[in-house]
């Protein structure tokens, strides 16, 4: 079973709403990652997480909180977000940082 | 110069058609080499995964890594409509670095 699985397939958010992204594998990974993909670019790392803590942030704004409850769990919460912010979230995850890393299907965001 | 780059494409090519895509990179550190597929409005699926200059295969898909010319490439043999996707290289040494994408369409 190489599934990640992320959740809601698709959001629509207001600029001043608060919601979050889930995202969740059951392979025994231990490092997982958040990516934002605009259309036709290739995708953009966020954050990593390894053995569930923060070991890469990519500057990304402070509206972008990650979090992992646990192994196999990992959310994006997202808050005050901006119009240009409105993209593909890919969550990925691989057996240790730097393995090859499978991707779930993405939560599209729109943000209005 | 970007770290990672790919082939712009896009590319079009008949149904039955050997396809090569590639990749250069600049930085040595790079020691592991993947090639996704993406469908528009999905995620990116693992196609190859190399560590070593040489050659992989996987049924009609071949991933080449020459790590002395800093130079990567996915073969697909007898290509066939469902190939059309985004194709992604990628690599890991000291930090994970996709390519920009080459955008393959495999006419019937």
């Known amino acids: 079973d190489t599934e990640v699985t992320q959740t809601p397939k698709h959001l629509v958010m207001g600029m001043t709403n608060k919601k979050s992204l889930k995202c969740e594998q059951h392979m025994g990974h231990r490092a997982m990652y958040w990516y934002k993909q605009k259309a036709k670019k290739p995708p953009e790392l966020m954050f990593v997480y390894s053995y569930e803590k923060l070991s890469i942030n990519e500057s990304v704004p402070s509206r972008f909180s990650p979090e992992c409850p646990n192994s196999s769990l990992l959310n994006l919460h997202l808050h005050a977000l901006q119009p240009e912010d409105s993209a593909l979230y890919l969550c990925?995850?691989?057996?240790?940082?730097?393995?090859?890393?499978?991707f779930g299907p993405g939560t599209r965001l729109t943000v209005t | 110069q970007k770290e990672v780059e790919q082939d712009p494409g896009p590319l079009s090519v008949p149904e039955g058609a050997i396809v090569s895509l590639n990749c250069t990179y600049s930085?040595?550190?790079?020691?592991?080499f993947m090639w996704y597929r993406q469908y528009s409005r999905k995620g990116p699926e693992l196609l190859m995964y190399?560590?070593?200059?040489g050659n992989k295969e996987d049924g009609r898909f071949t991933a080449q890594v020459d790590k002395s010319s800093k130079y990567i490439s996915l073969f697909i043999r007898d290509s066939q409509p469902s190939d059309s996707a985004t194709y992604l290289c990628a690599m890991y040494g000291q930090n994970f670095v996709f390519g920009p994408g080459t955008r393959l369409s495999v006419l019937p």
């Open positions: 930085n040595s550190a790079f020691q592991y």
């Open positions: 190399t560590y070593s200059s």
């Open positions: 990925a995850s691989s057996q240790a940082a730097g393995e090859e890393q499978y």
